[in-house]
C-alpha cells in the first residue's frame, strides 16, 4: 500500500503561462512530488466553460502537457493526466451537483468575475465550474491542494460538499486541505504593480510568457516600471522593484536581503540588466526541454495514456463506492 498523502492540483490550458503562473503554480508541484503520490492534470473540460477554438484547445493541451514537464514535473514520480481522459471527473461532478446549493455557487467570486465578461456566454458550466473542480479533488482522496490564493474559496466548496456527502450517506471522501504558498503566491504586472501579472493583460508590457525569447524578456524588463527613489531596496513603497526583485530571488535563489546589498549604490539599470540575465538563463532549459517535448510527441502520448491509465484506476475506485452510497445498482 503506498502510504504517501496525496496532492492534486491543475491548470486549465487556456494559452500560453506566465511566469506568475510558473511561480505561483506550477514550480511548487515540483517539490511535492518526491515527499507525496502527486496527480498533476490538465484541465481542458473546465477550459470550455469560456468560448474556444476547438484547433486551439488541442495545442493548448498538449503545450501545457509539455510545459509541465519542461517545469520539472516528473511522470515516474507524479500522475500527469488530462481531465477528459478520466470520465469519473464529469460522472461525480452530475452526484455532486445534486447536493450543491445554487446560493453558494452564486456566491463564488470568480463566477461572478467570469459572469460580467462573458455576458453572452453566461453557459451553466461556468456555474458548476467549482463543483468539476471539486469532483477532480475528491476522486482522488486528496490531501492538499496546491493553488494561488485565487482558488481558495473553490477549495472550501470542494471541502463542504465532501463533509455534506460523507453525512448524508457515511464516510466516503477525504476533506482535502488547500496549500498557498505565502511567497511567490503573487507576482505583478511589471506595467502596473498594484495588480497581479496576467496574460489577458491588454499591454505585453507586463506580463513575461515562459516562452518569451530572450530579446522579448530583455525589453520587458528594461520597460518595468520602478519609481524615482533610484534604490534597489525592498519595500512596500516601491512596490515595482519589490516585485522585480521577488522574481530575481525566486530565479537566482539569492535572499532580497542579499539583493539589497549586492546592488547598493547601484542604479535600477544595472539591476534589470542583471533581473533579466538571471530570468533568460532562468527559462534557458525549460525552453529547451519544452522543444524537445514538442518535438517528440509520441513521448507525449505515452504519458498522458500511462496517466490516463492510472488515475483511472483511482478515480473509479471512489466512483464505485459513490454509485453504491447514492444507491445505484451496479451493472455487475
Ligand atoms: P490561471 O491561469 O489564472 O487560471 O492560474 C493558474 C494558476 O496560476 C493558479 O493556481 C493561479 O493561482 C496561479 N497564478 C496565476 N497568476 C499568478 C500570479 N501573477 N502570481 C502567482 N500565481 C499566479
Ligand atoms: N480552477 C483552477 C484554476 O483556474 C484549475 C483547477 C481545476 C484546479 N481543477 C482543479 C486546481 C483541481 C486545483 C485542483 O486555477
Known amino acids: 500500500m503506498d502510504e504517501r498523502k496525496i496532492v492534486f492540483s491543475g491548470v486549465q490550458p487556456s494559452g500560453a503561462l506566465t511566469i506568475g503562473n510558473y511561480i505561483g503554480a506550477i514550480k511548487n508541484w515540483i517539490d511535492l512530488q518526491d515527499e507525496y503520490n502527486c496527480f498533476y492534470c490538465v484541465v ?25 514537464l519542461a517545469s520539472g514535473v516528473d511522470p515516474e514520480k507524479a500522475t500527469v493526466f488530462i481531465q477528459s481522459h478520466v470520465s469519473a ?28 465578461r462573458n455576458e453572452a456566454n453566461l453557459n451553466a458550466g461556468l456555474f458548476t465550474y467549482p463543483v468539476l473542480m471539486a469532483s477532480d479533488i475528491l476522486l482522488y482522496q486528496t490531501d492538499l491542494v496546491p493553488v494561488g490564493e ?33 511567497v511567490g503566491a503573487k507576482i505583478m504586472s511589471l506595467q502596473n ?15 513575461i510568457l515562459l516562452l518569451d525569447k530572450p530579446d522579448a524578456i530583455e525589453r520587458k524588463i528594461k520597460r518595468a516600471v520602478t519609481d524615482s527613489i533610484g534604490e534597489v531596496r525592498y519595500r512596500d513603497e516601491q512596490p515595482g522593484i519589490k516585485n522585480l ?13 542579499h539583493l539589497e546589498k549586492k546592488y547598493e549604490g547601484e542604479g535600477y539599470g544595472k539591476f534589470k540588466g542583471d533581473l533579466a540575465d538571471v530570468v533568460v538563463e532562468g527559462l534557458r532549459p525549460l525552453q529547451e526541454k519544452y522543444d524537445y517535448y514538442m518535438k517528440n510527441k509520441d513521448y507525449l502520448e505515452t504519458i ?8 483511472e484506476r483511482v478515480a473509479r475506485k471512489t466512483l464505485r463506492k459513490v454509485y453504491k452510497k447514492v444507491g445505484f445498482i451496479p451493472r455487475g
Open 304 to 311: 498522458y495514456k500511462e496517466g490516463a491509465e492510472n488515475a
Open 193 to 207: 504593480p498594484e495588480s497581479k501579472m496576467s496574460k489577458s493583460d491588454a499591454d505585453d508590457n507586463g506580463y
Open 245 to 257: 526583485m521577488n522574481i530575481y530571488s525566486i530565479f537566482s535563489g539569492e535572499s532580497v536581503e
Open 150 to 182: 485565487d482558488q481558495k474559496q473553490h477549495l472550501e466548496l470542494a471541502r463542504d460538499l465532501a463533509e455534506r456527502f460523507n453525512n448524508k450517506y457515511s464516510d466516503t471522501f477525504k476533506v482535502p486541505d488547500p496549500l498557498i504558498k505565502t
Open 89 to 116: 471527473h464529469t460522472e461525480l461532478t452530475w452526484v455532486l451537483n445534486t447536493i450543491s446549493y445554487m446560493g453558494q455557487l452564486n456566491r463564488m467570486t470568480q463566477f461572478k468575475e467570469k459572469a460580467q
Open 44 to 68: 481542458d473540460l473546465h477550459a470550455i466553460t469560456v468560448p474556444q477554438e476547438p484547433k486551439n484547445l488541442r495545442k493548448n493541451t498538449l503545450d501545457l502537457l509539455a510545459l509541465y
